[in-house]
């Protein structure tokens, strides 16, 4: 159930996605049960510390989600099997980026093991091309180019890895942690290009060597993690 000690006050930015958030995660943490009533509108006004029109375009957002059913007269409840309706991506943009890293991260590993047994050579020469520019761009202090071409690098991995969903996955990922990167990647002094460990894993894929795929990969994320 919420309380008052429960949840954290909201800043005035963004106030119906803080309190979206907040409740979107109390429901994926149970905390919130199938069937379980919300507070009425002025409790929620006051547990969150913002106006009506607030809570209730909140509110809105996850009944077109999928997740709550608002009955007049009665309230609004959980929905008894909550299943989320809404794009994915939508999703994605309410997370918090550790969240989308760190399940994007599940999914970087699998590309890398699928691509070292899968990968063809029009797969390798794709990974080898935004390799390359990569490294041009590093050394021509091109952020913009530098992002994108190693978000291309990791997306040629997917492409990889033959799997339409993951491939589908992977992008939509991509495109939410996109921004994050690229705040990273305009000071170089800070941020470690880890370009010793990108070329490992395109020879581990290249050697169809799915353990040294995941290995390098693995080292990677953890250092983009640090950072992030």
Do not use: C
């Amino acid at each position: 159930m919420l309380s008052k000690g429960s949840v954290k006050p909201v800043q005035h930015h963004k106030l119906v996605d803080d309190v979206v958030i907040q409740l979107q995660n109390k429901i994926s943490t149970e905390k919130l049960q199938p069937g379980d009533l919300l507070p009425p509108e002025p409790e929620l006004m006051q547990l969150f510390g913002v106006g009506r029109s607030t809570i209730r375009e909140a509110i809105r957002v996850l009944v077109h989600a999928g997740l709550l059913d608002k009955k007049q007269g009665f309230g609004t409840y959980l929905k008894s099997s909550p299943i989320i309706q809404e794009p994915l991506i939508n999703r994605l943009h309410r997370a918090e980026l550790i969240e989308v890293f760190e399940a994007r991260k599940m999914i970087e590993l699998e590309n890398s093991r699928l691509a070292a047994l899968r990968r063809d050579e029009t797969d390798l020469a794709n990974m080898r091309e935004h390799l390359d520019t990569r490294k041009m761009a590093l050394e021509q202090d091109d952020h913009d180019l530098y992002a994108k071409s190693d978000i291309d690098f990791h997306m040629a991995i997917a492409m990889a890895s033959k799997n339409a969903v993951i491939i589908d996955m992977f992008r939509t990922f991509s495109q939410v942690l996109s921004d994050a990167m690229d705040k990273l990647n305009q000071n170089y002094r800070s941020h470690n290009p880890l370009s010793y460990y990108h070329e490992q894993v395109y020879e581990a894929i290249k050697q169809g060597d799915p353990d040294q795929a995941v290995k390098w990969t693995l080292d990677i994320l953890n250092g983009t993690l640090a950072e992030l």
